[in-house]
T-cell receptor
Framework: EAQVTQNPRYLITVTGKKLTVTCSQNMNHEYMSWYRQDPGLGLRQIYYSMNVEVTDKGDVPEGYKVSRKEKRNFPLILESPSPNQTSLYFC??????????????FGQGTRLTVV | GNSVTQMEGPVTLSEEAFLTINCTYTATGYPSLFWYVQYPGEGLQLLLKATKADDKGSNKGFEATYRKETTSFHLEKGSVQVSDSAVYFCALIKAAGNKLTFGGGTRVLVKP
């Protein structure tokens, strides 16, 4: 089954304690991205990657890091989480075809609370 | 830059009522347009899409037509069910682009 898998689904942590949210896709997609979802703001892109070792900032990258060492994995790293990073996070992947992205597949989401 | 504006919710309807969620966009060129649905506790799923002007996307009884002249992509369903209760997101990818730009989402609640 084609899917994007995120872990964990829920996470409560304290300010300043480094954490990693994992994301893996089994569709051999080139393009992967991370979004955060906040009430009234829709989804905002944090970082994206167009292929292995190619990453770039999205709209709200401050306080986040990513890496893309393998095509299937795209972890999101919060080196020093702060309460304003409390949010619902989604990983997504899509096929890059004909110079544009096609349908995006989303993970189930990770609800992060930073206290 | 690109932007998507959709009506604020929540929208509360009775079962079998007609649903319309308005979506307008700002983008250069000819973006691809999407509606995503998020059921409670789940990730986003693609509901339907349209890639060029006058295309109509349809799925699960939902429809939306790509209107270049009004830069709109309104979502409609003729007879909603309780199971349609969800948050609906309008989104676009600009031509030769890679980033999805989302609207703020519209929560729909269908009551029996």
């Amino acid at each position: 089954e084609a899917q994007v898998t995120q872990n964990p689904r829920y996470l409560i942590t304290v300010t300043g304690k480094k954490l990693t949210v994992t994301c893996s896709q089994n569709m051999n997609h080139e393009y992967m991205s991370w979004y955060r979802q906040d009430p009234g703001l829709g989804l905002r892109q944090i970082y994206y990657s167009m292929n292995v070792e190619v990453t770039d900032k999205g709209d709200v990258p401050e306080g986040y890091k990513v890496s893309r060492k393998e095509k299937r994995n795209f972890p999101l790293i919060l080196e020093s989480p702060s309460p304003n990073q409390t949010s619902l996070y989604f990983c997504a992947s899509s096929l890059w075809a004909g110079g544009r992205n096609t349908e995006a597949f989303f993970g189930q989401g990770t609800r992060l609370t930073v206290v | 830059g690109n932007s998507v504006t959709q009506m604020e919710g929540p929208v509360t309807l009775s079962e079998e009522a007609f649903l319309t969620i308005n979506c307008t966009y700002t983008a250069t060129g000819y973006p691809s347009l999407f509606w995503y649905v998020q059921y409670p506790g789940e990730g986003l799923q693609l509901l339907l899409k349209a890639t060029k002007a006058d295309d109509k996307g349809s799925n699960k009884g939902f429809e939306a037509t790509y209107r270049k002249e009004t830069t709109s992509f309104h979502l409609e369903k003729g007879s909603v069910q309780v199971s349609d209760s969800a948050v609906y997101f309008c989104a676009l990818i600009k031509a030769a682009g890679n980033k999805l730009t989302f609207g703020g989402g519209t929560r729909v609640l269908v009551k029996p």
